[in-house]
C-alpha cells in the first residue's frame, strides 16, 4: 500500500501495518526540528556522534537523575517515554532555553499516545535546575503544529544532502559540531 | 587529547584492575599504564598479551599498533567499534565503483599530498638552499593532476612529484646524511631509515583517526583497496607525511638529535635502533601535540586531530554529498 501523506504513513508504520517506505520519527528527531534541520537530517543518518562532548554527557546526566525515584520509562514503538507517577509524560530539559524544542517533543509523545495507542494523558515540561514545572496538554492547535513538524521532517530527512551549516549560539555545544564545521 | 603510548621494552602487557600493567622480562619494575584518554598503544619491543587483555582494549576502544623490527610497522590490532556504521561503507564502496568519483577523491589527495610537500621546501628555501627547480617540478605535477585522469597516472604524478622533493633532502640535510635513491625494505641507508619509521608512525595514526569515525579503513580511492590491508590509512597518510614525518626528521638531523649511532647497520641494510627510535618517537608524539588554529572550526586543534578531522571530511563528503576538499597546510 502506498501512503502520500507522512502523517498517515507514520501512524501506518507505528501499526505495525503494511507500508511500503516505513517512516520513523523519533522524539529527538522532533527536537533537532525546532533545534537545528541539519543536525536533524545528521540524526535521521544515524551518524554516529561525540559521546565524549561535554554537553551531550551533561545532557544525559540530567535526564538520569532527575525524578529517579518515580519516573517509568515506557517504550513505545517508535518512542521512548518517562511517566510520573501519576501517569503524566514528562520530558526534562536541562535549561529552559530552547523551550520550544521541548515542548514539541513533548507534545510529539501525547499525540504519538493519542493517535497510536489511543491513550489520552496530559505532560509536564519540568526544569530541574530551576524547579519548574508547566504542564503541556494535547490541544487541537498542537496537535495541528505536530502534524506540521512531522510533514516538515519528512521534508528534511528524505533530502539526499542536509540543510548547509548556519552558525547558531549552540554549535559550540552540539554534538556533531566539528564532523559539520570540518 | 588522544594518547599514544609506546613500549619499547620487552615483556609482558596485561590488565590490571583498571589500568594497564607492563611486566619487563629482565626483571625491571612494574610499570602502570593509565588508559584513560588513550587512543592507541605502539608496541616495538617483543610483547606477550593475552585475550583478557585484548577485551579490555576493545572495550576501551584502543588500538594496539605492533611495531616489527625490520619493516617497522607490522600491523595492527583493531578494536570493534561500537557503531559501526553499513550506511558509510555503502557509500564509501559507491564512490570507488563510480570511475569519476573515485577519481575526483583520488586527485583530491594527490593535490593535497604535492601542496604540503611543497610547502615543506618552501620552507627550507630561502634558508641559505636553493630549491628553486624543486618547487618548479612540484608545481608542474600539481598542474598536471586532473580529475579525469586515471588512477594510475594520478599516482605516477604523485610518484614524479616525490622524486624531486626527494632531491631536496640533499640540500636541506648535512652530507652525512643524504638521500641517494628512495628505497624500502630493507632501508639502505639513515635517512631511508628515518622516512619508513616516520612514515609508519603516521601510517599507523591514520589507522586510529578512521576508526574513529566508522570508516571502513579497506575502501580506499588513490590507493586500490587490499594492496595492504589499510589501504584508506595510505591515501591519508599521503597528506600528512610531509607535516608530520618528514619535519621530524628535519628537526632531528639538522639539530644532531640524531645521529650514526642511532642506527644498526648490516648487509645493506640500516635500522634505527631502539634508541633511535625512542628519539625519534618523543619527537613526532611533541609534533602531534602541536595546535594551530583551525579556520572554521573557530579553536585550535592539535596535528594529531587533524587526521580525525580528515576523515570525518571525507566521511561528511560520502554521506552528504557536500564537497571534499583535501587537508593542505595552511599556516
Ligand atoms: S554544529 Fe550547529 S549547524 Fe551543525 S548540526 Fe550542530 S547545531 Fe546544527
Redesign the pocket.
Known amino acids: 500500500m502506498t501512503v502520500a501523506d507522512p502523517v498517515d504513513r507514520l501512524l501506518a508504520t507505528a501499526r505495525g501495518e503494511p507500508v511500503n517506505e516505513p517512516f520513523r520519527v523519533t522524539g529527538v528527531m522532533v527536537q533537532y526540528y525546532y533545534?537545528?534541520?541539519?543536525?536533524l537530517w545528521?540524526e535521521s543518518r544515524n551518524l554516529e556522534i561525540d559521546r565524549e562532548n561535554a554537553t551531550v554527557v551533561r545532557g544525559t546526566r540530567v535526564d538520569e537523575t532527575a525524578y529517579s525515584d518515580k519516573r517509568e520509562n515506557l517504550h513505545l514503538g517508535m518512542i521512548s517515554l518517562d511517566l510520573l507517577d501519576d501517569g503524566r509524560v514528562v520530558e526534562v530539559k536541562p535549561s529552559s532555553t530552547l523551550t520550544e524544542p521541548a515542548e514539541m517533543q513533548l507534545s510529539y509523545y501525547l499525540w504519538y499516545l493519542d493517535r497510536v495507542a489511543d491513550i489520552q494523558r496530559d505532560g509536564v515540561l519540568a526544569h530541574p535546575r530551576e524547579r519548574k514545572r508547566e504542564p503541556v496538554e494535547l490541544t487541537t492547535e498542537r496537535s495541528e503544529k505536530v502534524e506540521t513538524a512531522i510533514r516538515g521532517i519528512h521534508d528534511i530527512v528524505s533530502q539526499s544532502s542536509p540543510p548547509p551549516?548556519?552558525?547558531?549560539p549552540?554549535?559550540d555545544s552540539?554534538?556533531?559540531?566539528d564532523f559539520?564545521?570540518c | 587529547m588522544d594518547r599514544n603510548y609506546h613500549v619499547f621494552s620487552d615483556g609482558r602487557l596485561e590488565r590490571s584492575d583498571d589500568t594497564l600493567r607492563l611486566v619487563p622480562d629482565d626483571d625491571g619494575d612494574k610499570q602502570y599504564i593509565p588508559i584513560e584518554n588513550a587512543e592507541a598503544f605502539f608496541l616495538h619491543g617483543q610483547i606477550d598479551f593475552n585475550t583478557r587483555l585484548m577485551s579490555f582494549l576493545n572495550d576501551r576502544t584502543v588500538a594496539l599498533h605492533v611495531f616489527g623490527w625490520e619493516d617497522y610497522y607490522a600491523g595492527s590490532v583493531m578494536p570493534k567499534r561500537g557503531q559501526t556504521s553499513g550506511k558509510t561503507v555503502v557509500n564509501q564502496v559507491r564512490a570507488y565503483e563510480d570511475s569519476q568519483h573515485r577519481r575526483q577523491l583520488a586527485a583530491a589527495i594527490v593535490k593535497g599530498s604535492i601542496h604540503n610537500m611543497r610547502t615543506n621546501v618552501v620552507y627550507y628555501n630561502g634558508r641559505d638552499h636553493d630549491l628553486d627547480s624543486v618547487i618548479e617540478d612540484l608545481e608542474a605535477a600539481a598542474a598536471r593532476v586532473d580529475e579525469s585522469l586515471p588512477i594510475d597516472e594520478l599516482m605516477g604524478i604523485e610518484a614524479t612529484a616525490k622524486k624531486a622533493y626527494y632531491r631536496s633532502f640533499n640540500q636541506i640535510l648535512p652530507s652525512e646524511f643524504q638521500l641517494t635513491q628512495r628505497e624500502y625494505n630493507p632501508p639502505p641507508n639513515e635517512i631511508n631509515s628515518l622516512i619508513s619509521f616516520g612514515n609508519s608512525l603516521v601510517y599507523a595514526n591514520c589507522v586510529s583517526a578512521i576508526r574513529a569515525t566508522a570508516l571502513d579503513p579497506t575502501i580506499s580511492y588513490l590507493h586500490e583497496p587490499g594492496e595492504r590491508r589499510y589501504s584508506l590509512s595510505l591515501d591519508i597518510a599521503d597528506l600528512f607525511k610531509p607535516v608530520l614525518a618528514d619535519r621530524v626528521l628535519f628537526r632531528l638531523v639538522n639539530r644532531n638529535q640524531i645521529s650514526e649511532s642511532d642506527f644498526e647497520t648490516e648487509l645493506g641494510s640500516c635500522l634505527l635502533n631502539e634508541a633511535g627510535r625512542k628519539t625519534y618517537t618523543k619527537a613526532f608524539e611533541e609534533m602531534l601535540e602541536r595546535t594551530v588554529e583551525h579556520p572554521t572550526l573557530n579553536r585550535k586543534v592539535s596535528y594529531q586531530y587533524l587526521m580525525r578531522l580528515e576523515a570525518y571530511k571525507l566521511k561528511k563528503h560520502l554521506l552528504t554529498g557536500e564537497a571534499y576538499d583535501s587537508f593542505q597546510r595552511w599556516w
Open positions: 533545534v537545528c534541520k541539519r543536525e545528521f551549516a548556519e552558525e547558531k549552540f554549535c552540539c554534538a556533531y559540531h559539520c564545521w
